[in-house]
């Protein structure tokens, strides 16, 4: 009966992680745009480029946005893109990209099979008043890589971060 309600207690628990809002309430200041990317690979399994973090705080993201919106639905994963503003000013922020299943268990058995990919890593950014920034990334065997773009100049602003 304890491992019943300790298992339950846990998962109602774990559904309440509060994420940071970066642009504080009343904040008067200059603001920017971020956007997460990516792109479904196939019904059950998509890209994902996200930002994750935000000066060291959890923000929310499409990862985590996308996994609410297939709950119950099997295997087929549903992406969800988010955007978010942020102050223009400089921050610490962590960008991921990685590979997400609609299942815990394709996940699990794409992973076994070479065919799951993630990069992720902290770096500065700068952000301009009024500018638009997407998140974009390759997932690949070899090396996989996130950066940031300004979305109307299509030009990285950010060093790539690559995985090892």
């Given at each position: 009966?304890?491992?019943?309600?300790?298992?339950?207690?846990?998962?109602?628990?774990?559904?309440?992680?509060?994420?940071?809002?970066?642009?504080?309430?009343?904040?008067?200041?200059?603001?920017?745009?971020?956007?997460?990317?990516?792109?479904?690979?196939?019904?059950?399994?998509?890209?994902?480029?996200?930002?994750?973090?935000?000066?060291?705080?959890?923000?929310?993201?499409?990862?985590?946005?996308?996994?609410?919106a297939s709950f119950g639905q099997g295997l087929v994963l549903t992406p969800k893109f988010l955007s978010r503003k942020i102050p223009a000013k400089a921050m610490k922020i962590r960008l991921t990209g990685t590979h997400m299943t609609g299942a815990p268990i394709h996940g699990i058995f794409s992973k076994a099979s070479g065919e799951f990919f993630s990069v992720e890593g902290d770096i500065g950014f700068t952000r301009v008043e009024g500018e638009s920034y997407i998140i974009k990334g390759e997932l690949k065997k070899e090396s996989s890589s996130v950066w940031i773009e300004n979305t109307k100049s299509n030009l990285s602003v950010t060093e790539r971060i690559i995985s090892k």
């Open positions: 009966m304890r491992l019943i309600i300790s298992t339950l207690l846990f998962f109602t628990l774990s559904g309440c992680a509060a994420f940071f809002n970066p642009v504080p309430e009343n904040y008067t200041g200059p603001i920017a745009t971020i956007l997460d990317s990516g792109f479904a690979e196939n019904t059950f399994k998509a890209q994902f480029f996200v930002l994750t973090a935000s000066d060291g705080n959890l923000v929310d993201n499409s990862i985590r946005a996308s996994r609410q």
